[in-house]
């Protein structure tokens, strides 16, 4: 794997800033994953039943934790999202290389989490174009997907817009051989910059 894993970049452009999470975002991503009108949007597929609704400060502390033990098992890198404007974290994005034994082996598998305000396709569009080219370097990979359900208008928008495809592969879990659908992929050099 490459060295995102031992220093995580920084990426942003003039609206948003992505850095690697750190236990001062607690405050402002409690207001993200207590947010019940985002949780429908986050990807909790084959996460051992957790479904990233973090309604308490300890809970979003033990979450934090917890993606902070997985960079260093070089399981996943996780960004928090920055409004440059309010300064606030808005949001997160998680990115790994999957290995696996169905047809999304050796992908990069993206989770994009925002505060319900920001989940619009202009914002979603501004998102992808800072994180998904890097990504096929950070994570060699040629192909990267991402979880868009059917009730997801503004992200389905905003991932089409971008260049991503939905698939009808679904994808196994690695621990409950789970089936799980709505996944959209973009292979490298395809987006369309159509944002």
């Not at 949780?39 to 909790?44: D, R």
């Not at 290389?97 to 305000?117: C, I, P, Y």
């Not at 989940?119 to 174009?129: G, P, R, V």
């Not at 051989?177 to 992929?185: I, R, S």
Request: hydrophobic residues 35%; proline residues 3%; glycine residues 4%.
């Amino acid at each position: 794997m490459s060295n995102v894993y031992e220093e995580c970049p920084v990426l942003e452009n003039d609206r948003f800033l992505l850095r690697f999470v750190t236990q001062e975002d607690a405050t402002d991503l409690l207001k993200v994953y207590s947010d019940k009108n985002a949780l429908p949007f986050f990807n909790s597929d084959n996460c051992h039943g957790d479904n990233f609704y973090y309604p308490t400060k300890e809970k979003m502390d033990k979450a934090i934790d917890f993606w902070l033990y997985s960079y260093n098992q070089k399981f996943f890198v996780r960004w928090t999202i920055i409004d440059k404007k309010t300064e606030e974290a808005i949001g997160t994005i998680e990115l790994f290389h999957r290995t696996a034994e169905d047809d999304f082996n050796h992908v990069g598998v993206l989770r994009l989490d925002v505060r319900s305000d920001y989940e619009k396709a202009e914002t979603i569009n501004e998102l992808l174009s800072i994180i998904i080219l890097p990504s096929y370097d950070l994570f060699e990979c040629t192909e990267i997907i991402s979880k868009v359900p059917v009730y997801a208008i503004e992200r389905m928008d905003a991932f089409s817009k971008y260049g991503f495809e939905k698939s009808e592969t679904l994808l196994e879990g690695t621990m409950d051989h789970y089936l799980y659908k709505d996944y959209w992929k973009i292979i490298k050099g395809k987006q369309w910059k159509n944002f």
